[in-house]
């Protein structure tokens, strides 16, 4: 992460209930160096966050004018609400030499490596089914429909996990801190997906 190197991108992406926001908040807590992009979206804002700073919170119609207009790198329809980065955030920070974490869904994932190949795309697992419940089900913020829609979800979304170069299992945040840091440096290589012991880690937790 030196200013030295060139800029890269980095894609994490997670089933709800993983962790991810806790995670990418932690590591930029850490490194302040890290631009982190702040995504657009439809849904309704929480108490706890604030406009510009968690999300752009806007109405579907100037969503819709944002991706129209082609000023939107990704864009997903996620739990009955759009999620899109903004294109111009993006490549200003990399023309600076500022590293970006992209903290998007996998559809949107998908996209960015389309458009910007380059870019280094990690995911986010629980240690197992029980703990993404106990985590979904410890926000209390969410009706039991709401809960059960988003299990159903998160347990195919993890089903995408091979489409990335990375996959952190985030059982202890301290050792996946460590790890996302690691892959941030340009090691991490026993995070790789294609390392048989974390095929045979994941296959464990899907099983």
Known sequence: MSAAKKASLFVIAAPSGAGKTTLVKAIVARHPELRFSISYTTRKQRPNEQHGRDYFFVDEAEFLRLRERGELLESALVFDNYYG?????????????????????????????????????????????????????????????????????????????????????????DLAVLELEAVLAGAGDECRCDDPARQRRIAEILA
């Open 85 to 173: 980065t903004s294109r111009s955030q993006v490549e200003a920070c990399l023309a600076q030499g500022l590293d970006v974490i992209l903290e998007i869904d996998w559809q949107g994932a998908r996209q960015v490596r389309g458009a910007m190949p380059a870019c280094i795309s990690i995911f986010i697992l629980p240690p197992s089914r029980g703990e993404l419940e106990r985590r979904l089900r410890g926000r209390k913020t969410d009706s039991e429909e709401v809960i059960e829609r988003r299990l159903r979800d998160a347990v195919s979304d993890m089903g995408h996990w091979r489409e990335f170069d990375h996959c952190i299992i985030n059982d202890n945040l």
